[in-house]
Each structure stands twice: as C-alpha cells, then as structure tokens.
C-alpha cells in the first residue's frame, strides 16, 4: 500500500510518470450533506510507465478496504451495457465449450452478481467472491457468495465447499488487486486443472485512442496492454491462449488463460502487433497523450465557462468513479454543474460527488427541470444515453466532453 515504488509486473524500479491528476479523493466516497463540512481524503494520483515490461499504472495504492468499504455504492445491475456484456460472455463461453450443465462458475468481485445471472440460467452452478455490500444483494437474489475480499483463505473455502472452477471470471477487477504473485496463486487454487480464467479489463489502446483519462482512479491500478499479461501469466506458468477486443467499458480487452504452456491464438498474436505498432509501448506516445489531455481540459473548460457566462443551466448525467475523475480533473464543481442525474434506485441519490460537491438527484428531475445543457459525464457511452434521454423528453442540448467537447442539438 501506499507509493508505488516498482513495477506491479516486473519489479523495475525506473518509472517514468506521464500524467498528473494531483491528488484526488476516493471515487466511490460520496458525501453525505453532514460531511461536507468535514476534512475530506485525498490520495496522489500520477500515471506512470514501465519501460521494461510496458506496463502503465497509477503510483500510489490506496488500502482495499477504502476504496471498496461495506457500503460501496456501486451495482452491476444498474447499467445495461454491463448486463449485455456479461450475456454475451456466458453464450461465447458456451458455445466454445469452457462450461456446461453442473460447471462451477467463480467470479471475482462478483458485486450484485449480475455476471453470474446468465451462467446460473444455463445451469452451471455459480460462486461470488465480493467484499462489499453488495454480496447481500446478490444472496438475496439467489446468487451464492462468500463476502471478503478474495485471499488464499477465501479462495480455500469455495474449492472446499464447491471444488474446482472450470471458469473463473475477473470482470473490471483484474486490474483492482494490489499484489500480483497472489492474485495469480488464488486464481490457480480456485481454477481446476483444465479450467480458463477469463479476465476483462479497460484496454489500453482505445484509452489511448479516444482520450479516455476518465477511467484512471485508485480503483484501477494498472491498465492493460497484452504484451505486459503476457509476461505476467508465464511468470506464473500460465498461458493466454486467447484475446478478444471488446465494446464494454468503453473499450477492454478480454482475455483467455489456462494454466501450463499453450500456444496463443492468431487473434491474440494479432492484438500484440497492432500495439507494437501504434506505439504502446514507447514512452513518447504517453507524452503525446498527456499533452492531448491538457489541450481538453483547455477546451471543455472554456465551453462551459462561456455557457455559464450567457447564463445557461448545465446539469450532468450520470455520477460514476469515470465521471469523478472528470469532474476533479477538470476542476467542475456546483458552480458550473448544477446537479448531476442518476437512473431511480442508485444509492448515490441525496448524496454529494467526491472531491467537487455537485449534488446527485434521480435524473427524473432532469425531465421536470429541462435545462438548457446535459454535460454526459459517462461520454463513452454518450450516443446510446442521447438516445434514451430524448425518449423520456428530455427538450434540451447534449455536451459531450470528449474527446473533443461537441454540442449535440
């Protein structure tokens, strides 16, 4: 915990910082009103790349049980994309014969279980790992989970009580945990020896891409390239035998690994090249992107302080740890955005934004007020929110903050 001072993967102690976002609260600590009165945490927040394995990572790790405390406010099951994302997952490991009839399933920061719903409904039988209160939820739903963060003790109790996974999944996690060597172990004692663990993470290229700085905050301490998983997996004596490019998140990358020496699938070959030569791994293109940051936040900032300036009522959509990273980078607070609008049922309605203090509210009071300007804070999906926003009567402009601010009548 605390200061990053070698590689997560390689140990190399020469890390070259790219991007500074100073020091940022933790993106789940939403505040009550009472609290915002009070001190508030902040933690160093600076990306950094290793020229050694290629890996880019955040250089301070915050204790788990902060970032993720019992009330963490975050479900699964609140977003539709995740949803098809994960039916998507369970019929491709179907069809391609990673599971069947009576299979265990394991999932690792299982949350509400919304991942495991469509495994269970192909009668496998299915396992949460969850630290938050979330595991209530999915228990209550009928998605059996252990609540704790995942360790060798934890991992030892699911093999006990369900024996070996023929699928372990790591959705939006993978990248979560501190301590590498073990997350790999634990993975091993709770996958059976013919067994895939399937890893999804937000992909590297499309953060370079398409300038998504949104998604660096403490949760996600590393971000992926294959070449680094690669490295890290054979270390450990696994082999990725596959890798897909997927729409979720914005962007990820799914990846497929077994435990012993396989050779990796042409796709997967394929991916390596490509990042090879759109300049993953050299540190000039990092610097590029960071410059590519600071031009947007130059932008953005001057949009909305002329709309401000002519008197016009901005209101954000959506309030997720993407957004707060935006909101804190770009220095947006109550006095620019109004309030931001979160789908009715999110537990962060009547509470405040960490770090900016813009007030959350059911988005059904968007419809009611109508302001002039909906700032879409989770962008990366901006079309499809567009969409659903001008359905439910939304009359006025969309702005959609990156990568480069555009209005959308």
């Not at 190399?12 to 991007?19: A, H, R, S, V």
């Not at 369900?162 to 060597?181: M, P, Y």
């Not at 909906?374 to 990156?402: A, N, Q, T, Y």
Request: some cysteine.
């Amino acid at each position: 915990m605390g200061k990053v001072t070698e590689c997560q993967i390689c140990r190399n102690k020469d890390l070259k910082t790219f991007l500074s976002f100073g020091h940022q609260p933790v993106p789940q600590e939403y505040l009550t009103r009472e609290k915002l009165h009070e001190m508030e945490a902040t933690y160093p927040l600076n990306l950094v790349f290793c020229e050694t394995c290629g890996l880019v990572q955040i250089d301070y790790v915050v204790p788990p049980e902060i970032v993720f405390p019992p009330d963490y406010p975050y479900r699964t099951g609140l977003t539709n994309m995740l949803i098809k994302n994960f039916q998507t997952l369970s019929d491709t490991l179907f069809s391609e014969g990673y599971f069947k009839k009576d299979s265990l399933v394991v999932d690792i920061g299982s949350n509400d279980g919304t991942l495991l719903k469509p495994f269970k409904a192909k009668d496998a039988r299915v396992v949460g790992i969850e630290p938050t209160g979330a595991a209530d939820v999915a228990n209550e739903n009928g998605i059996t989970t252990v609540k704790g963060f995942l360790s060798p003790e934890v991992a030892a109790q699911v093999v006990k009580e369900h024996g070996r996974a023929d699928v372990v999944t790591a959705t939006n996690v993978f990248a979560h945990i501190n301590d590498t060597d073990s997350l790999i172990k634990n993975i091993q004692s709770l996958l059976a020896d013919d067994g895939v663990f399937v890893s999804e993470s937000q992909y590297l290229m499309d953060i370079l891409e398409k300038l998504e700085f949104d998604t660096v905050y403490h949760e996600h301490l590393r971000f992926y390239a294959l070449k680094p998983l690669q490295r890290m997996f054979e270390a450990a004596g696994m082999s990725i035998v596959d890798a897909e490019r997927i729409s979720a998140a914005g962007g990820s990358i799914r990846v497929y690994a077994k435990k012993g020496k396989f050779p990796m699938s042409k796709r997967a070959v394929d991916i390596i090249a490509a990042e090879e030569k759109a300049g993953v791994y050299d540190f000039a293109s990092y610097q590029k992107f960071a410059e590519r940051i600071m031009n947007a936040k130059i932008d953005l900032m001057s949009l909305l302080l002329k709309l401000k300036k002519d008197g016009a009522r901005i209101v954000g959509l959506t309030s997720s740890c993407r957004s707060n990273t935006l909101l804190g980078f770009m220095k947006i607070g109550n006095d620019i955005v109004d309030y931001t609008g979160e789908k009715s049922g999110s537990p962060k309605i009547g509470m405040f934004t960490p770090g900016t203090h813009i007030p959350v509210l059911d988005e059904a009071k968007i419809l009611e007020d109508q302001p002039e300007y909906l700032l879409m804070l989770s962008w990366h999906i901006g079309k499809d929110l567009i969409e659903v926003m001008r359905k439910k009567g939304f009359k006025g402009k969309f702005i959609l903050p990156l990568p480069k601010p555009e209005i959308i009548n």
